[in-house]
DNA sequence: TTGTAAGCGTTATCAT
DNA sequence: ATGATAACGCTTACAA
């Protein structure tokens, strides 16, 4: 910055102001300088930057599982508004092994990250979170710590879920069964109460529905699956299937599909989230819609909001979830023959 | 810092040397200075620390589409590797709109970035890339520049290319056709080499194989499975169709299934990565398995001996991949009736 | 409008 | 073995 400064014959104090439009300066010297940063292919210093500025220009993205398309939806979503921002977004996968929240703390102590953008999603324990908090402005994708208002976007997952239910009891559905999320996850807890509302709605009673408790992994849609179908009397089995979200529903696809049992002719199911490869399947899965890119575009600018101005904007926003219509639900074939 | 130091009765050079072991310092001073660390709830600057090191410990990854789960599952190898040596990873996706390129030059140029991981995938000119590489190591995944040699890991795709193209041949399908990736892309040309290989050792004529190339998307492979399988005599219609990569694999399937065409009964099919949503297609997707995620971290590790050893180590590993024979393939129906 | 100089929090050199 | 002290490259009062 210096030989800039002495190329374009100016103090290093210019070249600081119009490079960052932080001072008057003369048009000539202006172009002066302009013209040596040009010349001697200048790019100034970050780090140095950051020291002074005390802040990095960088957020965090933690992110439990980026092969979840739901997530790396979101994720694409944050590194839009970042980098239309100037922002860096830095990728923080909590492994298992190592206590990965403490990084994270240190992380925003340290200076390296102004702030962050949280995703749970398997059940991460709210404590890490409020942890974080305390050091720096963190917003919550799709995720509600009860009792802590800590900013976050959701989508309206209890209307969502209500919809979707309201779908399949609407077919006829009498006996459905209900694999839910992990239950200290909001989202899972939304979920279940609009699958509530809807069988209430129906006339029914919402304690009375069947409900088994999952991990929001592909891997236990199949296990419970196969526990909610396993009946001892056939024609109490259930005939339709609602899962909190795709992957469980995709398990439980398969869970089906591995005893010969037609979906959806013989079971239908459905799921959440509608992440890409739900549409792709045999049958198409019926789910709901959630705003995934927008989520994370909206997370990130409420980030930079809390980040510049004091002034608090709405702390929480909502998004809204459309149900999709597909394949995977028909009405039940009637009790007699099974 | 400077607090630490008074709080432990020791100048602030010696709390350096504890921090950094950087410095023999007696054992009761260290403890004393760990002691001070931990009741000031310190944490080091790591900006000023970048500052003087001249280095971020934070590396670049260059995606171009986190939605597709190949490229995910890189990224989850990348971020264990550098999270394995305390070094932060930025998420760069290149947006159409700004041109990407120009923004990392300037990160690394401005020591924000220490190094890149580099994917390719959807044919970003090389040019880009060379440019990026003058100004710090980048390793490339999955990617080759002929006549640079620049550090790179691959998988063996001329193989595995080979091999699932043998596959299909051996099930005694003549009437084969290809839709590839798009040219430019290494990848591209590997896989097509592969299958003429492969073509060449059953004794057809390589030349005389049908190419249709792609840009590695879903849209692509559904529009040009339409062009492939649309043909003026049914009975010159190919009975395969081989597929550089399970994105396009699964757009020609749906086109298939929008025509009423059987998979695997009236057209074969096959991908290439081996992709998460391969195995939950019906069929099942006959595919190439690509170690996605050791290639992530095989390409930090490089990408770190790069940095800190002079050293070069072997600049380009090849990973083997393995083909998964799964359900799209079938033999094909005798000629007669169409 | 422009320049001088004092930090920002570390690390590393050099005396002690 | 330890402690001053000078950078690192930038921003920003403050002075001119």
Redesign the pocket.
Known sequence: ??D??RHA?????????V??D?????????SRVLDAVRVLD????????S????SAATIGLVIPDLTNQFFATVAEGVVGAASANDVLVVLCVPQASTDAEDQYTRLLR??RLDGAIYLTGTGTLPGAILELARFGPIVLVDEHIPGFDLPSVISDSRRGAREVASHVLEQGHKRIAVIGGPPRLWTAQQRLAGYREAVAAYGGDPDALPVLLGDYRKQSGFELAAQALTTDRPTERPTALVCANDLMAIGALEYCKSIHLRVPEDVSIVGFDDIPVSALLTPKLTTVRQPAHDMGYRATTLLFDLLDNESRTQPEEILSTTVQIRESVLPPVPDAQD
Request: charged share 20%; net charge positive; no cysteine.
């Open positions: 910055m210096k800039v400064a014959g100016v103090s290093v104090s210019t070249v600081s102001y490079l960052n932080s001072g008057p300066v003369a048009p000539d010297r202006r200048y790019a100034p210093n970050a780090s140095a930057r020291l002074k500025r005390r340290s200076q």
